[in-house]
T-cell receptor, first 108, second 116 residues
Framework: QKEVEQNSGPLSVPEGAIASLNCTYS??????FFWYRQYSGKSPELIMF????GDKEDGRFTAQLNKASQYVSLLIRDSQPSDSATYLC????????FGDGTTLTVKP | DADVTQTPRNRITKTGKRIMLECSQT?????MYWYRQDPGLGLQLIYY???????NKGEISDGYSVSRQAQAKFSLSLESAIPNQTALYFC???????????????FGPGTRLTVL
């Protein structure tokens, strides 16, 4: 079992819809959780981080963390074509472990 | 100027050659990392360093070595390059929060390495 697993893609949603990205992790001691966006051929950039159980909202993005179930998710509301990218989940316990990413396509 | 820089940005080399990828940062962070990314896959940690005197192996360190020359510089070497080391390589930096929680990582632009 991989330490960090993301829902398999690719994921395709129409413009304006909600995109839901999921991530599970195996280390119960994990403390910090990050979502990065990576455009093709570019470096990852942080879009959200969450440390505590519950929801955290930032504009159109909402991160959700459930430590008991060991999952973290990212919701993108009112999806735009510019949101089309690969989204990487990272779990940090001293050093970050990344999932393989989920590729999202938002169709106009 | 970019906070995390990598040189070279692209490199083509031949099997058996020794090459070095360099990373420099102006963020003042103590922690630096080297990752490898293959097409369709996430980031695999090669080596990481929490300060100048601390070097640690990651998931896939075989065939690689590193040098932390200063707080701002962290180099990755392939002693004898092989074709399956063809990949995109990223350097990253991070720091700790005052409360001990972990901050995000800041990535360089990447080096695309091809081993023929």
């Amino acid at each position: 079992q991989k330490e960090v697993e993301q829902n398999s893609g690719p994921l395709s949603v129409p413009e304006g819809a909600i995109a839901s990205l999921n991530c599970t992790y195996s280390d119960r001691g994990s403390q910090s959780f990050f979502w990065y966006r990576q455009y093709s051929g570019k470096s990852p950039e942080l879009i959200m981080f969450i440390y505590s159980n519950g929801d955290k909202e930032d504009g159109r993005f909402t991160a959700q963390l459930n430590k008991a179930s060991q999952y973290v998710s990212l919701l993108i509301r009112d999806s735009q074509p510019s949101d089309s990218a690969t989204y990487l989940c990272a779990v940090n316990m001293g050093k970050s472990t990344f999932g393989d990413g989920t590729t999202l396509t938002v169709k106009p | 100027d970019a906070d995390v820089t990598q040189t070279p940005r692209n490199r083509i080399t031949k099997t058996g050659k020794r090459i070095m990828l360099e990373c420099s940062q102006t963020k003042g962070h103590d922690r630096m990392y080297w990752y490898r990314q293959d097409p369709g896959l996430g980031l695999q940690l090669i080596y990481y360093s929490f300060d100048v005197k601390d070097i640690n192996k990651g998931e896939i360190s075989d065939g690689y070595s590193v040098s932390r020359q200063a707080q701002a510089k962290f180099s990755l070497s392939l002693e004898s390059a092989i074709p399956n080391q063809t990949a995109l390589y990223f350097c990253a930096t991070s720091d700790l929060q005052g409360d001990g929680s972990y901050n995000e990582q800041f990535f360089g632009p990447g080096t695309r390495l091809t081993v023929l």
